[in-house]
């Protein structure tokens, strides 16, 4: 496929998206991940020879049978996306970019599982246009990779830029499973009635450049953000009947869900990072893909 094809999509923003990831310490791992009794060449052969059956076979395994999916959906089925290179620790891989960042947890978990939690990855994810020159591809993503390397204990991974930088443990807990769902969720509840999704991505501009204005030490962001916040509140309908209260009360427990979820993450600075990350994640997910916005 071509990189316009792979970024071709009906929903969500036209990107490529580009992994380069390599085995944490390996070194470390041929020196000391033996007993000193039981290190041998033969071993140390075979250990070599694994690891490159996992890059050069398991991969494509792991491409053809995708497992985790942002949209919360749990079908395996085949990433839209090819390997560049693989070699025996490392490798280089470009798709349609949600596909990629689900290809690099599925890569986790698969390599945990393969070692047993011996051994660890840490990688970088950049998004690009189609036409983006892969040179520059290269080297970008090679930096962002390096973010991930210099985290202490590596095990990580860098989406976008240097602010997306989190442990795989970080990243899947407290930036997918809870940020992002709680974002999906909302505007989940709320598309059953008004599908106006162009909408929905506006107000979460509005929430992201609050959001950074308290990382700037704003002292009446927090006070906008409460302000924002309420404004989202649902109206109490004037002349209720079964089916409107009824309703009413379901919109306002989702809203007053959200709205704390919210207000307690704004509190912390890295709950606010995270919290970025996941507007970001959302909002590439559900923009039309010939948009010209940015983030």
């Known amino acids: 496929n071509t990189f316009e094809e792979l970024a ?14 390599d085995i944490d310490n390996l070194g470390q791992a041929f020196v000391a991940g033996f007993d000193e009794d039981y290190m041998s060449l033969p071993r140390a052969a075979a250990f070599s020879r694994s690891l490159s059956l996992f890059f050069k ?8 049978n995708g497992k985790y999916h942002l949209n919360g959906s749990t079908q395996i089925q085949p990433r839209k996306a090819v390997v560049v290179y693989t070699g025996g620790d ?6 349609a970019w949600d596909d990629i960042i689900g290809f690099a947890v599925d890569l986790h978990d698969e390599l945990k599982s393969y070692t047993q939690d011996t051994l660890h990855i840490s990688g ?26 210099s985290v202490p204990g590596k095990n990580a991974l860098t989406l976008f830029d240097a ?20 974002l999906d969720a909302f505007f989940t509840h709320f598309d059953t009635e008004d599908s106006d999704t162009k909408r929905g991505n ?18 009446m ?50 709950d606010r990072r ?16 010939d948009s010209k916005e940015g983030m």
């Open 274 to 289: 995270q919290l970025l990350t996941a507007i970001q994640l959302y909002v590439y997910k559900n923009r039309s893909s």
């Open 163 to 182: 602010s997306g930088c989190y442990t795989w443990d970080i990243l899947l807990s407290r930036v997918l499973d809870e940020k992002l769902r709680a």
């Open 124 to 149: 970088g994810i950049g998004l690009y246009p189609p036409k983006y020159p892969i040179s520059s591809i290269a080297r970008e993503t090679g930096a962002l990779e390096e973010y991930s390397k």
């Open 8 to 21: 071709e999509r009906e929903e969500g923003i036209r990107r490529i998206g580009v992994l380069r990831a």
């Open 202 to 219: 506006s107000m979460l501009y509005k929430l992201m450049n609050l959001i950074r204005e308290t990382d700037q030490k704003d002292r």
């Open 90 to 95: 490392d490798l280089f891989v470009v798709g």
């Open 57 to 64: 076979y398991r991969i494509n395994h792991i491409l053809q």
């Open 221 to 270: 962001s927090i006070p906008r953000i409460a302000y924002f916040l309420a404004r989202l509140r649902p109206n109490e309908p004037k002349s209720p009947n079964t089916k409107k209260l009824e309703k009413y009360k379901k919109d306002l427990s989702s809203y007053q869900s959200f709205a704390d979820r919210i207000y307690t993450w704004i509190q912390s600075a890295e």
